[in-house]
């Protein structure tokens, strides 16, 4: 926490020593912290998306390719989005001792739910007929996946990305118990010692980290489905 003068009285220009909430001292003598923070806290948040996008698309098509596997499947990942998120650090802590591989490992984990079943969603609903049409026109498994299917899955795809990513974002500051956590450093930090300007400002960069994350995949979302927008 802030110091304060010699007689134990803040001057009145001095808002650090002050502890008060909003202060421009504190984001101008803690720059490189902040900034660290926040590229960690981004490293961390794109790592473990895309390793569960990876992940989520090839159970997602094994889902919808075998009706046996989609209840196991969204069976699992359900079950572990509802593991507490300190919990699922200890159950993982073995194996991956207290590294940002440990935060990774676990929000990956929670994002396969969303990315699963929202893929699998998207999949489901595409036409019987649209497959039909282009089976017809001599498109292969492979080919009708990859020209018809997942593009018309594209938008719950998507949707499904935009929740775990903003998800994400939130979850990493959980990754402060071990170290890991970007702004989630500098928030536990500054509850346990009472640094307002602290919390708060790390608090701010996390909602606008993820609401610029969610608009921008809300405008990637709309790029690559260009016939959404017609429709609407």
Request: glycine share 10%; charged share 10%; net charge positive.
């Amino acid at each position: 926490m802030p110091g304060s003068n010699g007689r134990g009285t803040a001057p009145p220009d001095d808002c650090l020593a002050r502890n008060e909430w909003i202060c421009g001292a504190y984001l101008s003598s803690r720059r490189e912290i902040l900034v660290d923070a926040v590229l960690e806290h981004l490293q961390l948040t794109a790592a473990s998306v895309a390793v569960a996008l990876l992940l989520a698309v090839p159970l997602a098509l094994a889902a919808r390719r075998w009706r046996w596997a989609a209840g196991p499947v969204l069976g699992l990942t359900t079950i572990l989005y509802t593991i507490p998120s300190l919990a699922m650090f200890s159950l993982l802590l073995p194996l991956y001792g207290l590294s940002a591989a440990l935060v990774i490992a676990g929000l990956v984990l929670y994002s396969l739910t969303l990315l699963v079943r929202n893929i699998l969603a998207g999949l489901r609903a595409v036409p019987e007929e649209t497959r039909q049409a282009a089976r017809g026109m001599g498109y292969g498994p492979l080919r009708l996946l990859l020209a018809v299917e997942l593009p018309l899955a594209l938008p719950a795809a998507m949707a499904g990305l935009r929740i775990a990513t903003v998800s994400a974002v939130s979850l990493v500051t959980v990754g402060a118990i071990v170290g890991h956590g970007g702004l989630g450093n500098l928030i536990y930090s500054g509850m346990n010692t009472f640094f307002k300007a602290q919390v708060l400002t790390a608090s701010v960069l996390c909602v606008l980290i993820a609401v610029a994350a969610d608009l921008l995949l809300l405008g990637a979302g709309r790029l690559l489905t260009p016939w959404t927008r017609r429709q609407a």
